[in-house]
């Protein structure tokens, strides 16, 4: 059975960080591409990045500069570190690997 279990969301002051985690299981990691995408209220699901095991990850013009990808093969798992958060960042974000196949999704909000 394909799992991916997403965690690391909160609240969090505009400007700050968080490092999102994603933990998979139930097929071969590492020949996947995982990416990272975020469905804010009332919007449709935006994708933001992408790491591949054997190319540089890729951003959306959205979080280019303040967001950043990596994953550790060796822990099937797949991060993503959020700094400089703005309001405009709220919204559940989920990991999703090559099949689209996604978590449970976790909370973001940014607010003061």
């Known amino acids: 059975e394909v799992r991916l279990v997403e965690s690391g969301g909160g609240l969090v002051q505009p400007g700050g960080s968080l490092r999102l985690s994603c933990e998979a299981s139930?097929?071969?990691?590492?020949?996947?591409?995982m990416s990272w995408v975020r469905q804010a209220p009332g919007k449709e699901v935006e994708w933001l990045s992408s790491i591949d095991y054997n190319r540089p990850p890729i951003y959306a013009d959205s979080v280019k500069g303040r967001f950043t990808i990596s994953r550790d093969n060796a822990k099937n798992s797949a991060y993503l570190q959020m700094d400089s958060l703005q309001p405009e960042d709220t919204g559940i974000y989920y990991c999703?690997?090559?099949?689209?196949?996604r978590g449970q999704g976790t909370q973001v909000t940014v607010s003061s």
């Open positions: 139930g097929f071969t990691f590492k020949w996947s591409t």
């Open positions: 999703q690997n090559s099949a689209g196949t």
